[in-house]
Structures are given as C-alpha cells and as structure tokens.
C-alpha cells in the first residue's frame, strides 16, 4: 500500500489558499448530530435517571435496572489496580509521578499587596468544588488521559472528581480504572456519549452537578460540551490529532516516518505535516513512509490519515517553516533542527513544542510530564495546554482603608455620575470624608 500524500510548495502563488485548504475541518458544525444531542440534553434535564438508563441501555448494548448498577464500587478501581501486570502499574506510576511533579510547578497562589494608604488589594485563588471527567470506552481506551486530567485537577484540590467512562456490553477497561484508582478520581460512573455529558451538567438523582467537564471523546460527545458551556466550563471542544514537524534534512528519515504515523494512527482525520527546506529530504521520508507502513498494525488508517489530511510542505528556510507554522498553530510541533531553542523563539502559537531530534511527540502523550490535552485545529492562536490553572478560580481582593475609600471614592463618585448612574455614585460618596 503505498502512499500517496499532498505536496505543497511555499513558492508557489496559491500556497495560502492551499494551505488553508489543507487545514480546514470541523466537524461539530453538523446540525443532525446539534438536533440529536440537544433532544438527549433535553430528556437527561426533564427525566433525569431513567432517560440515562435508557439510553445507556440503548447504545451501549446493555441491560441496566437501576441507576445503582451504573457506578463502580471504590473497591472495583482498587482490584484493577492490584490486578494490574507489574510493568503497566510501573508504567503508569512513573508517568503519574511525572505529570504531578509538572503540574505542582503550575499551581496558582493567592497574592496581595498593601498601598500607601493602608488600601489592601490581591488576588485570592481556590479550586473548583467538581469536575467531571469524560473518558472514552470501548475500543478507544486511554488510561493516559486519566492521569493527565485527573492529576492537575486533584493538584488544584479539586474535592470531587468524577469520571464518567461508556462500558459497551457491561464491559471495563482495567487499565483505565487502575489510573483511576492511581490518580485520586472520588466517583466512576460507567456511562458515555451525549447523555453523560448531559449528566454532569444538570445532575440528575444519581450524577452530580459538576462546575467543569474536561476530557476528549466523539463528535456527540463534542457536540454536548459545546451545547453546555456556560452551564458549566469546558475544557476545550477538541479536534483530530495533529502534528507538524519541522526539520533540516539531518534527522534520520525513519524517525520522521514513524513520528508522522504516531498521530496519524489515531484516526483517519488526524493531521500529518512535515516541513522541510530540503527536498531530497522529502522524498526519503516519503520512501520511508512506504516502507514502513507494511509493519503498522493500523497501517489502513494511517494510510487514510496521510492522503486526505497529510502533507509535505517545502520551504525556502527554516525562518519560513517557523511563519508556516505560526499559521498553522498546531497541537504537536516538532523542532528537529540543530539549534531547536533559537527556532523556538520564532514559535508563537503551538500547544506543545518538542525540541531536538531526539525528542519524539509520543513521550509528551505518555510520561514526559507536561499534559497531553492540547488546542486543535489552530486553537493555539488564543487557547494553552490543559493545566492545574484550568481547574482553579481567581476572586479579586479589595480592602478598602478610610484613607482609600475617601480618595476612590471621589474619582468613582466623578465617573459614575458620568455614566448616570447616581447610586453608584452616592454609594461611593457616603465613603468621602467629611
């Protein structure tokens, strides 16, 4: 199976429109999935429980009784963790470690500081009460996004950390509740898609309201987060995988192959793009591709991956490829250059930026420690990493001394009556010394 995948040349007249071309996607735009979800959103706030079972028992072929039947006893992480072979339980150890040492350098802190006038203002920081958390079942299991999600969110102090996760059949993924158990999540309950997300944002007599729901899934699951923000916070509404690789032709083109394939893997939208100011350099890599790609197991994929969403793109150097991808902003980016921290510093938008040859985008996925929750779909223009900051809440301080409310309050008294608001100006000016 050889592949065939888009070529792009900087150089050309219409590379922008191509380029634009090339990225374009969104696929939360669908209004048979916004109609589908918003009639579950609207059953799970009018018939709570039972709605829930019923579509529970609906798409995840199951045959559930009681809303009982759909969380998981404490006791049921704790065995799958004990049951865990040796190597994944060091594996995910070392991960959890990794991650929470990262996440303790996020950690936001209260603040404040005193004026002349003995006026006293700051900034006082606390964490979100609950947070709900979406992990998807079934074939699509993920025990790593348990522990980049739940880690910063118990980091922050969060109290109570539920995670919702879709057991097709009855069936669990052991790996996914032993991180679970590993990473501190207070409740599981085994329910997914729509409906789950629905769950957590109105409550219903067994799933508690939560203030935030993070975490990835399918397009309804998308689709819900969206159509419940502002009910409660999302993390993000998150896009195919990406990764854009820029190198300098002196990496060894296996390498590069294979680090495109390890996002193209995840599903046939996934985005592939390598750029390079050396031509001879693409084409080993795409000689690599083809050679390799006979020893993938999700070869079809991959495949599928590269030739609808991939490509190569030549430029003049690396000043461009660093333009390009500020472009683009993408998830992953890659530096495989000789001198990868003064690249860096031309790299405006990215979520994760991976310096130097030797570090591949699948340790940052895995245990490297920075979080794998990224911005899509050039989200990176205005949007960072998953973070502790994103599961804590920021309440300003202001202590006003006779001192200062004399003084601010004859400039808001001024301003106020301005906007002809007179309360607001009397309500200063009681403060006034007389």
Same mark, same amino acid.
Do not use: A, H, I, K
């Given at each position: 199976m050889a592949i065939s995948i888009q070529k792009l040349d900087t150089s050309t007249p219409d590379f922008t429109q191509q380029l634009q071309e090339l990225l374009a996607y969104d696929e939360t735009g669908d209004l048979e999935v916004h109609q589908r979800v918003l009639a579950i959103i609207a059953d799970i706030r009018k018939s709570g429980d039972s709605a829930l079972i019923g579509y529970t028992n609906r798409f995840d072929n199951r045959v559930v009784d009681s809303a009982a039947q759909l969380q998981l006893a404490k006791d049921t992480l704790k065995a799958a963790w004990d049951n865990l072979p040796a190597a994944q339980a060091a594996a995910l150890e070392t991960a959890a470690a990794r991650i929470r040492a990262y996440a303790q350098q996020q950690k936001l802190a209260s603040?404040? #500081?005193?004026e002349a006038d003995g006026t006293? %203002?700051?900034? #006082?920081?606390?964490? %979100?009460?609950?947070?709900g958390l979406y992990v998807p079942g079934g074939k699509a299991a993920y025990p790593s996004s348990v522990l980049m999600n739940a880690i910063p969110a118990k980091v922050a102090g969060v109290a109570d950390l539920i995670m919702v996760s879709p057991a097709p059949k009855g069936e669990t993924n052991p790996m996914v509740l032993a991180a679970a158990y590993l990473a501190g999540v207070d409740r599981v309950f085994t329910i997914g898609g729509a409906q789950a997300i629905a769950a957590l944002a109105y409550g219903t007599e067994s799933v508690p309201k939560v203030a935030k729901i993070v975490g990835p899934g399918n397009i309804y699951v998308a689709t819900a987060k969206k159509l419940v923000f502002g009910q409660v916070g999302i993390d993000m509404i998150a896009g195919p995988s990406e990764i854009l690789i820029i190198c300098d032709g002196q990496t060894e083109p296996d390498w590069i192959a294979m680090d495109l394939f390890s996002q193209a893997e995840h599903d046939e939208n996934a985005q592939a793009i390598l750029l390079s100011p050396d031509g001879n350099f693409l084409n080993a890599v795409e000689n690599s591709m083809n050679r390799l %790609?006979?020893?993938?197991?999700?070869q079809g994929i991959i495949a599928a991956s590269l030739q609808s969403r991939g490509a190569f793109i030549k430029v003049e150097n690396l000043d461009q490829a660093a333009e390009v991808a500020n472009l683009i902003a993408p998830e992953h980016l890659e530096l495989s250059v000789a001198e990868p921290e003064v690249l860096c510093q031309k790299i405006r938008h990215a979520g994760a930026i991976f310096l130097g040859r030797y570090t591949a985008e699948a340790l940052g996925d895995y245990c490297a420690g920075p979080n794998h929750v990224l911005p899509t779909a050039s989200t990176a223009r205005f949007s960072s990493p998953l973070g502790v900051y994103d599961f804590q809440k920021r309440s300003s301080l202001i202590n006003c001394s006779a001192l200062g409310a004399d003084s601010l309050g004859k400039i808001a008294s001024v301003l106020a009556r301005g906007e002809g608001l007179t309360a607001h100006a009397r309500s200063a000016e009681y403060r006034i010394a007389k």
């Open positions: 603040w404040q #500081y005193t006293v %203002l700051g900034q #006082y920081v606390t964490p %979100l009460d609950s947070v %790609l006979p020893e993938m197991e999700r």
